[in-house]
């Protein structure tokens, strides 16, 4: 069956998300989420998940077929940062996974490839150099699955992913700025303060404006003074993957901690995710590279390599489907990746021109 068309689905997925919680959408950052769509392929990219799993099959049929895991679903350059885990070490990875549901593995490496061909939309993707770094990446991976552990190995993202004086002064200036509000329900308050330190004093909660799919979602920190400084957290609604709002699976619970806490994972121990809210610590050292700032970074081939490593580490973490993946990916040429990625690059295109200029002509009304 044909996809509806993107305006029509759009609405059907607003719909959807207000049904899911409760009728609290933030509609200031719901429109956020629309400025940014309009601003570029790669944004609109990221903002649209739930379109993707709509249409994806449909663009890449022959993707049906590949093994199931339990995948990222929403993975692009941008969703990879940095951690603690619990021995204090600095980790390198995946670290938002609200989208997370069983599908096939393969759509997490062309998801992840086609974001790179849309992130330097003045650029037509030709070349199969960026496909050739993640799948090398992904064998690796595939290989000798092992988390990203910077205190050793892997300098060069050890260098690019320390935060400076300057990052760490404009982070605790924006948490400064935050206002204060008494308005947050009961479930975010519950979480956050069990996300905090024993003897921490909350000094204040506040509303928080972040992220570019998940705008719209009711977005809380909470900021505590503890042990002579500060300890923030934040909690964010969750909802149903956008995979499984698509395929029909809605129901049961997410399995959002699962795949943070795989087995080739350090995973971050500030992290924890139920079937409504999903905590984290918030500090200038938990930080990832952000495409309009470092674009070079992100496209290096030893960051695309790293990334696709990272899919398979997280592919591998759950049940046991390495010798099905495998084997699948033995089995696939050289050249799969780049014409799927092809494909959907150009069907994102497409919706994103068709997008900015329906909102072009609301916004000149």
């Known amino acids: 069956m044909a996809a509806d068309s993107f305006p029509k689905a759009n609405a059907a997925y607003d719909r959807w998300l207000r049904r899911e919680i409760r009728g609290k959408v933030v509609a200031a950052d719901l429109r956020k989420k629309r400025e940014k769509m309009a601003s570029g392929p790669f944004p609109f990219l990221r903002a649209t998940y739930w379109r993707w799993a709509e249409t994806i099959l449909d663009i890449c049929p022959d993707l049906a077929d590949a093994p199931t895991t339990l995948a990222v679903g929403d993975i692009h350059l941008e969703n990879f940062g940095v951690w603690l885990d619990d021995d204090g070490r600095l980790i390198w990875g995946v670290n938002d996974f609200d989208e997370a549901a069983v599908m096939p593995y393969a759509l997490d490496l062309v998801r992840l490839a086609t974001s790179a061909a849309l992130a330097r939309p003045s650029r037509v993707y030709r070349g199969g150099a960026i496909c050739a770094a993640i799948l090398d990446g992904y064998s690796r991976g595939l290989k000798n699955p092992r988390p990203f552990v910077l205190d050793r190995e892997h300098v060069w993202l050890h260098e690019l992913l320390i935060a400076s004086?300057?990052?760490?002064?404009?982070?605790?200036?924006?948490?400064?700025?935050?206002?204060?509000?008494?308005?947050?329900?009961?479930?975010?308050?519950?979480?956050?303060?069990?996300?905090?330190?024993?003897?921490?004093?909350?000094?204040?909660?506040?509303?928080?404006?972040?992220?570019?799919?998940?705008?719209?979602?009711?977005?809380?920190?909470?900021?505590?003074?503890?042990?002579?400084?500060?300890a923030v957290r934040e909690a964010k609604a969750l909802v149903p993957s956008g995979w499984t709002r698509a395929h029909g699976r809605q129901g049961g619970r997410l399995r959002v901690q699962d795949i943070a806490d795989g087995r080739y994972r350090a995973p971050d121990p500030w992290f924890s995710a139920n079937n409504k809210v999903v905590v984290r610590r918030l500090s200038p050292n938990n930080r990832k590279i952000e495409v309009e700032a470092q674009s070079d970074a992100l496209l290096s081939q030893s960051m695309l390599r790293a990334m696709g490593h990272e899919l398979a580490n997280i592919?591998?973490?759950?049940?046991?489907?390495?010798?099905?993946?495998?084997?699948?990916?033995?089995?696939?040429?050289?050249?799969?990746?780049?014409?799927?990625?092809?494909?959907?690059?150009?069907?994102?295109?497409?919706?994103?021109?068709?997008?900015?200029?329906?909102?072009?002509?609301?916004?000149?009304?």
């Open 165 to 230: 004086e300057d990052e760490h002064a404009r982070f605790w200036d924006k948490i400064a700025k935050l206002k204060g509000s008494k308005n947050l329900p009961g479930r975010y308050r519950r979480a956050i303060e069990a996300a905090l330190p024993d003897g921490a004093e909350i000094v204040k909660f506040s509303r928080r404006t972040a992220g570019t799919g998940s705008l719209g979602r009711p977005r809380w920190v909470g900021i505590a003074d503890w042990h002579g400084g500060l």
């Open 315 to 365: 592919h591998l973490g759950t049940g046991d489907r390495h010798n099905a993946i495998a084997r699948d990916f033995r089995r696939r040429s050289r050249a799969w990746l780049h014409r799927a990625t092809r494909a959907a690059a150009a069907a994102v295109s497409k919706e994103f021109k068709e997008w900015r200029k329906q909102h072009r002509k609301r916004a000149a009304k």
